[in-house]
Nanobody
């Protein structure tokens, strides 16, 4: 059973930085899993938005965070990180860590339905 636990969410001012952590237990410690992040703005009906994913050495980012966010992993600690710099109010939301076995279609990583494993979420609030 795969379990994901996020931490690191906080309230910051625009331009600030945060580092989210996701510690995984279960099978995800091997390189046959991709681990990533989605976010959702509370109080809206919008679908959870893809943020970033790391599979093997392939990193995919949504356009709005390219150059500002970096996803990385520490296999000794079984932890994935999302370093977020130059934060904007639009980055506000609940950030969810996700994991899935490696997918053959790279674009499938962008869909929330591709991930069978989700963490409980951590709140990030960016004020202007």
């Amino acid at each position: 059973q795969v379990q994901l636990v996020e931490s690191g969410g906080a309230s910051v001012q625009a331009g600030g930085s945060l580092r989210l952590s996701c510690t995984a237990s279960g099978h995800t410690g091997n390189y046959d899993y991709a681990v990533g992040w989605f976010r959702q703005t509370p109080g809206t009906e919008r679908e959870r938005e893809f943020v970033a994913v790391l599979s093997w050495n392939d990193r995919i980012y949504v356009d709005s965070v390219k150059g500002r966010f970096t996803i990385s992993r520490d296999d000794v600690k079984n932890t994935v990180y999302l370093q977020m710099n130059s934060l904007k109010p639009d980055d506000t939301g609940v950030y969810y860590c996700v994991a899935t076995p490696l997918l053959s279609n790279r674009y499938a990583y962008l869909r929330p339905t591709s991930y069978p494993h989700w963490g409980q979420g951590t709140q990030v609030t960016v004020s202007s």
